[in-house]
Structure formats: structure tokens, C-alpha cells
């Protein structure tokens, strides 16, 4: 395990960049999955906590590091939390996140003979963070909200869109991107974890 290192489990430099941001104020060297050329593994899961423990997990005993993953995505109350730990998935192989829309708000429409099907949805993230020979610990964020249709808004990514979160009226693809920060399930997980500080005790 070496000193005051973190290794986030992902492949996307996007995330790996913002979770950098996040952690500079306990200055750490923070490495990645893809820089260490470790391949990530099948996510067999069927929650976003077990995904983002098995890829954690994964990246440690690689590594022999401290490492981190998040798993997260989208669950619609109306089907079943569908696409839940598939929302990556749903954009298939192009990764075309209008197709997912298009095909949550076709399958919403189905739900309903009198087309006023129920709206609800939420943002769930998991955060796992694993240590050698420790109990991983993980820490979970959700933003509960209602989805539109049409589309609506160019910010953001993925399902962004078509959420638009209680309280509001913009959805996350409209919305100021630093506000959506502040308030999304990614901002509510890591909240905890960084209220945690559960390396505080690893280094000292
Ligand atoms: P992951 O990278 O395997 O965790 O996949 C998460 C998927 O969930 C992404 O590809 C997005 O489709 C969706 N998702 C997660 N968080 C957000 C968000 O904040 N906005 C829009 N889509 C999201």
C-alpha cells in the first residue's frame, strides 16, 4: 500500500479528472485504472454498490493500491427501476444516449393505457472505496426527480435531458453544470465520503 496514493478504478478521463478535483484539498497522488493498463472487469453486480465494489476491489488486488470506483445511473419508478446498473448499457454499442431516452420514454408510454404514466425518477451513485485487507467501505448518493419528454437542454451528459430534478424547473441538461454538481447523486456520495475521510487513518 503506498503512502497518500489513491487509485480510481476507471477508464474515463473525465471522471478520473473530476474526482482529482474533488480529492486535491488532502493532497494525494491520485493514479488511474487506464495509466496502470489495468483492464476493468465484467460488472456481474445487480446493484450499483456491488459494481462499484467489484471494480474497487478489482483495481486493490491488481494494484496491491487503495483504490476507488463509482457506479451509478438512472432507476424510473414506473419500470421497475429499469435501466438502473444497465443505464450504460441501454446506449448500446454506439453509445447513443437518444436511443436510451427514446426507448425509457417508449417503454413509459406502455406502462399507461391513458398516456399519463407515472414520471418518477432518480440518480443513484455508489462510491466503494477498498484498502488492503480491509472491509471495503462504500458511500451512496440520489437525486430523486421526474422525467420530460421531449428532451430538453444540451449540458450534461447521458440521461441529463430528460431529468429534471424536485424543485426545479430546468433539467440537468439545461441547468448551470456547476449547480447540477452541487446537487447531483455523484455530489451526494462523495459528500459523505469526503466527510469520512476514510484514508485519515490509513497514513498517519
Ligand atoms: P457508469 O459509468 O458505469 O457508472 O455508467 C453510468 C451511466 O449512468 C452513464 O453512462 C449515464 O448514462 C448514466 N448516468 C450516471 N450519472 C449520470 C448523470 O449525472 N447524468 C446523466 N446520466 C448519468
Same mark, same amino acid.
Given at each position: 500500500m503506498r503512502k497518500n496514493t489513491i487509485l480510481i478504478a476507471s477508464h474515463n478521463p473525465g471522471k478520473v479528472s473530476e474526482i482529482a478535483e474533488l480529492l486535491s484539498p488532502f493532497a494525494m497522488t491520485v493514479l488511474s485504472a487506464a495509466e496502470l493498463d489495468i483492464v476493468e472487469p465484467e460488472?456481474?453486480?445487480?446493484?450499483f454498490a456491488q459494481n462499484a465494489i467489484l471494480k474497487a476491489e478489482h483495481c486493490r488486488d491488481v494494484s496491491g493500491l487503495v483504490s476507488l470506483a463509482d457506479d451509478s445511473g438512472i432507476e424510473v419508478a414506473a419500470l421497475?427501476? !429499469?435501466?438502473?446498473?444497465y443505464s450504460a448499457r441501454w446506449a448500446g454499442p454506439n453509445k447513443d444516449f437518444n436511443v436510451a431516452m427514446a426507448r425509457i420514454e417508449k417503454e413509459l408510454q406502455a406502462t399507461s393505457p391513458d398516456g399519463q404514466p407515472d414520471r418518477r425518477a432518480n440518480f443513484k451513485c455508489a462510491l466503494a472505496f477498498a484498502v488492503p485487507g480491509q472491509k471495503t467501505q462504500v458511500f451512496e448518493g440520489r437525486v430523486d426527480g421526474t422525467l420530460v419528454w421531449p428532451m430538453r437542454g444540451?449540458?450534461?451528459?447521458?440521461?441529463?435531458?430528460v431529468f429534471q430534478p424536485l424543485g426545479? !424547473?430546468?433539467t440537468f441538461g439545461q441547468m448551470d453544470q456547476h449547480k447540477k454538481h452541487r446537487m447531483s447523486h455523484r455530489a451526494g456520495a462523495f459528500g459523505k465520503l469526503l466527510a469520512a475521510k476514510p484514508w485519515d487513518t490509513l497514513w498517519s
Open positions: 460488472e456481474t453486480g445487480s446493484t421497475g427501476g !429499469a435501466p438502473g446498473i444540451t449540458l450534461g451528459f447521458g440521461y441529463d435531458p426545479f !424547473a430546468k
